[in-house]
């Protein structure tokens, strides 16, 4: 996509975000019901990681980790 529109790649890099699941939840629009669909979802990932992002338990909270990519391209 980069090279289609003439951009060169200088760097590129990956982390993740730490997130708190209620938080996001409160931030999203769910249907109706879905809520709770998505907490045993991540709370079922606390024991095996099936969703691959670090689900775990900060007190009562779910956090997880939201994986993030950057790439810095410029103008030749």
Partial sequence: MFKRIGLTIINT???GVEMELE????AS????????????LF???IQNNTLGVNSH???RQIHFTYPTSMIIAQKP
């Fill in 43 to 45: 709370i079922e990932d």
């Fill in 13 to 15: 890099d990956s982390y």
């Fill in 29 to 40: 629009f769910p249907n109706p019901g879905d809520k709770d669909k998505i907490r045993r």
């Fill in 23 to 26: 938080r996001l939840l409160q």
């Fill in 57 to 59: 338990y900060v007190g």
